[in-house]
Nanobody, 122 residues
Framework: QVQYVESGGGLAQPGGSLRLSCAASGSWFRFYNGGWYRQAPGKQRELLAL???????DYGDFVKGRFTISRDDDGNTIYLEMNSLKPEDTAVYYC????????????????WGQGTQVTVSS
């Protein structure tokens, strides 16, 4: 069964930066679009950023210009560079397959990983 392992979360100050990583088990992830999602307490999980197999990216307006998604050469690891963090970015962050085009409420097939907690606070 596919597994996603997210890492890199932690505590950041407002205006700070974090870089998240996601490793997918096996070698199949490179054939699919990848996405970063997050879920804040009491809120629905939402899609933040997409990267296609070919490397095209798209973002939700609420993170555009602050977050950057990228992909390793092997395609099985994706990253999320987060800059200018805000307290409202506090959430558990997950990776998974992604749609095209961007849909904030997209629910991918397959399981979720444990996620990585990001807390933005002074």
């Amino acid at each position: 069964q596919v597994q996603y392992v997210e890492s890199g979360g932690g505590l950041a100050q407002p205006g700070g930066s974090l870089r998240l990583s996601c490793a997918a088990s096996g070698s199949w992830f490179r054939f699919y679009n990848g996405g970063w999602y997050r879920q804040a307490p009491g809120k629905q999980r939402e899609l933040l950023a997409l990267i296609t197999v070919g490397g095209t990216t798209d973002y939700g307006d609420f993170v555009k210009g602050r977050f950057t998604i990228s992909r390793d050469d092997d395609g099985n690891t994706i990253y999320l560079e987060m800059n200018s963090l805000k307290p409202e970015d506090t959430a558990v962050y997950y990776c998974n397959r992604g749609p095209w085009p961007y849909r904030r409420d997209y629910e991918p097939p397959g399981p979720w990983g444990q996620g990585t907690q990001v807390t933005v606070s002074s």
